[in-house]
């Protein structure tokens, strides 16, 4: 079965501290990757998503992320973080119809 | 452009009362539709999602049904909620079979007391 793993479940930074939020898929095959972020009371939104060509995609305030095939990894990452990056950080995988989600991580940064 | 609508935002319920949440999207037409429900440190689970009207695939056994009575309305259900049903449910859409993203309603946080 599809299944995507995150490594940390709380992560804590200063501001301007850079970030890399670990992610792993199970699928070989074929998928569309994506990073979508829980700000505190608010919806979730997409920072990024990756279904082909270039592996380093580029999303929304600054993030960006690696597509490593061989290693069935996504990690998101962000040269330097801010205070208003403090949300909650999902990756996600999709096969067909279905959106597999990892279980989430916990980012607090400190102003 | 396409919105999503889902309501209630909150929900407090006792146990063995019936439950219905709704969900609508518009802008679009044959979505992909989705509940998932969100637990702290768990991420997002999804609970059913339809391709079509009146086709409904269930991932986890549970206490809930879902029901898609028209090609944009998704409904969730339950005829009896037990406490282990508190959570945070989340509708979303989705068109196609690749290529595109998951779009997400407000959620709806349900308490059963």
């Known amino acids: 079965a599809q299944s995507v793993s995150q490594h940390n479940h709380h992560v804590i930074l200063s501001e301007a501290a850079s970030l890399e939020l670990g992610c792993n898929y199970s699928y070989g095959g074929t998928v569309n990757l994506f990073w979508y972020v829980q700000y505190p009371g608010q919806h979730l939104q997409l920072l990024l998503k990756?279904?082909?060509?270039?592996?380093l995609v580029k999303g929304i305030k600054g993030f960006e992320a690696e597509f490593i095939k061989s290693k069935f990894s996504f990690n998101l990452r962000k040269p330097s973080v801010q205070w208003s990056d403090t949300a909650e950080y999902f990756c996600a995988s999709r096969r067909g119809q279905n959106f597999v989600f990892g279980p989430g991580t916990r980012l607090s940064v400190l102003p | 452009s396409q919105t999503i609508h889902q309501w209630p935002a909150t929900l407090v319920q006792p146990v063995g009362s019936p439950l219905s949440l709704e969900c609508t999207v518009e802008g679009t037409s044959n979505p992909n539709l989705y509940w998932y429900r969100q637990a702290a440190g768990r991420g997002l689970q999804l609970l059913f999602y339809s391709v079509g009207i009146g086709q409904i695939s269930s991932e986890v056994p549970q206490n809930l049904s879902a029901s898609r009575p028209q090609d944009r309305q998704f409904i969730l259900s339950s005829k009896k909620l037990l406490l282990s049903d508190s959570g945070f449910y989340l509708c979303?859409?989705?068109?196609?079979?690749?290529?595109?993203?998951?779009?997400f309603g407000q959620g709806t946080r349900l308490t059963v007391v």
């Open positions: 979303a859409w989705s068109v196609g079979t690749t290529n595109t993203e998951a779009f």
């Open positions: 990756y279904f082909s060509g270039d592996p």
